[in-house]
Nanobody, 120 residues
Framework: QVQLVEFGGGLVQPGGSLRLSCAAS????????MGWYRQAPGKERELVAG???????NYADSVKGRFTISRDNAQNTVYLQMNALKPEDTAVYYC??????????????WGRGTQVTVSS
């Protein structure tokens, strides 16, 4: 069983910054990719940013140049630095990780989400 817990959401004014973090724990042998997704009311969940264990990164076009994803492989933790936030960034942000557990089974786990609200 692999658990993901997100931290760092909240209310911020347009143009402000927030830093999200997500820690994975449990029976983890290795994690391949970690990422952040978001879901706004009435919309589908979308990828915000992802990073592999080798450091390959991808971003949604809407956040390029504003958001930065990083990862601490030793701590099984992923971060999302969000700058120049816009009201349209308002959503529940979810952490995701996929990899291999000690029992030899692949896992693809999600956190419960953290609310980010950008409003004046």
């Amino acid at each position: 069983q692999v658990q993901l817990v997100e931290f760092g959401g909240g209310l911020v004014q347009p143009g402000g910054s927030l830093r999200l973090s997500c820690a994975a724990s449990g029976s983890i042998f290795s994690i391949h990719a970690m990422g952040w997704y978001r879901q706004a009311p009435g919309k589908e969940r979308e990828l915000v940013a992802g990073i592999t264990s080798g450091g390959v990164i991808n971003y949604a076009d809407s956040v390029k140049g504003r958001f930065t994803i990083s990862r601490d492989n030793a701590q099984n933790t992923v971060y999302l630095q969000m700058n120049a936030l816009k009201p349209e960034d308002t959503a529940v942000y979810y952490c995701n990780a996929d990899g291999l557990a000690y029992n030899g089974k692949l896992f693809d786990s999600w956190g419960r989400g953290t609310q980010v609200t950008v409003s004046s």
